[in-house]
């Protein structure tokens, strides 16, 4: 997982020092001395993160931080103030600003990376759902975006788990008049609480005396009802090495105590806010494409949408210099199934492709039904080889796995082949050349006795 990352500073052995450091861990780097250099690159270039450092000539990283967040094409974009000042003030006054996290100089690398592979996996969820709203083309993003803005903060439903009741004390105190506060000791009972739902943000300590705060989290993390679930991390210490872990496990923020009242509140709005948002685009995305661009029979995306869609994918993929592949699969001999079992059982097995599938890709790959027993999906950031080795495991699956049909249940075998293609970054090919690409390769498979891989390099 990479990222093209902007560090502005005017500083330029701090530029330099951030750059390398970045550049080794294989991210791609752009610099700017200033908050107008910044704003210019913003303006020509995408970038996943900035990294901006506060006091600068012109116009300060405050300043810099609101005009992002201001502009309805850079607001998603996660800011990282990289400064000197570790007055609480300017903390605060930084995530009223919009700004996302903080580093204080000399940054501390461990927590550098981490941060940046949190923001990176957070701008990628934000991106593809963006995007997936805009493929819908009945779906006002502007205007949500602008209700977003305006909306009222009501109080947050939040959930504290930690052994102490002296913190949840503390914390209802603080958070008086801003969010509803329940609090349960037992982790494993706190996981429980937040799947049943209802809850904004969870606040999970790091000091339990008998229980790895890691699992906690690690568990809300893998549960579908609690994967969105943003998540503060609660500390008695500045653990770099635990903090930095928690991050990467796909924490969204963390305060160590003794907090500081007003930026515990300026981090909790944030983190509610942003929920809002993505809950929003996700609610906005799924009613609108559900009827027009959804297969009925597999609840797949249908080949309308993947005939809007699969450009936005390519265009993107060009733009941030990514790979791109997608895949073609056709159930080998499906008229057979249909005239043994009937269209009934053929449904079936369609449904049951399908799901297998959806089952065996990232939530990020887009997955189709092309048309009758062919499925198609496209896979962003996935070279020649990995998607070849997906499409060798959805083969297997298919094939080792008899299909039940019927009412009897009664199992069948069947059998896929399948077509790769990957975009060539050399070629100007555009959707409609790649699914052809794909669709040679899976000509091939079939005339090559079936129930096999063909991939066609870039």
Known sequence: MTARILVVDDNQLNLDLLNARLTMEYY?????????????????????????????????????????????????????????????????????????????????????????????????????LRLRAHTTRDIAIEELLRRHGTKPEARAEVLLIDERVSVFERYSGILRGVANLRHVRDPQEGVL???????????????????????????????????????????????????????????????????????????????????????????????????????????????????????????????????????????????????????????????????????QVRGMDLVCRFGGEEFVIVMPDTSAVMAAEIAERLRLDVAETPFAVGADRSKIAVTASLGVATLDPASDEDGAALIKKADLALYEAKNGGRNKVIAKAA
């Open 193 to 359: 609480a937040a799947a049943e739902g209802g809850f904004e943000c969870v606040i999970v300590s790091a000091d339990f005396a008998t229980f790895d705060p890691l699992r906690v989290i690690a568990q809300l993390r893998s549960l579908d009802r609690t994967r969105f679930l943003p998540i503060i991390l609660s500390s008695d210490t500045e653990n770099d090495t635990l903090i930095a872990r928690a991050l990467e496990l796909g924490v969204n923020d963390f305060v160590v105590r003794p907090v500081d009242a007003n930026e515990f509140v300026a981090r909790l709005r944030t983190q509610v806010r942003r929920k809002a948002y993505h809950d929003g685009l996700r609610s906005n995305v799924a009613e609108s494409i559900e009827l027009a661009v959804t297969d009925g029979l597999t609840g797949l995306h249908n080949r309308r949408y993947l005939d809007t869609h699969l450009q936005s994918l390519v265009d993107r993929a060009r733009k941030r210099g990514r790979p791109l592949s997608l895949l073609i699969t056709d159930i080998d001999h499906f008229k057979a199934v249909n005239d043994t079992h009937g269209h009934d059982g053929g449904d079936e097995v369609l449904r049951e492709f399908g799901r297998r599938l959806r089952g």
């Open 28 to 128: 791609e780097v752009a610099t700017a001395l200033d908050g107008h250099q910044a704003l210019e690159a913003l303006a020509r270039e995408s970038f996943d993160i900035v990294l901006l450092d506060i006091m600068m000539p012109g116009i300060d990283g405050f300043e810099v931080c609101r005009r992002i967040k201001a502009d309805p094409g850079t607001m998603d974009i996660p800011v990282v103030m990289v400064t000197a000042l570790d007055q609480m003030e300017d903390r605060v006054r930084g995530l009223q600003a919009g700004a996302d996290d903080f580093l204080t100089k000399p940054v501390n690398e461990l927590q550098l990376l981490a941060r940046v592979k949190s923001l990176t996996r957070l701008k990628m969820l934000t991106d593809e």
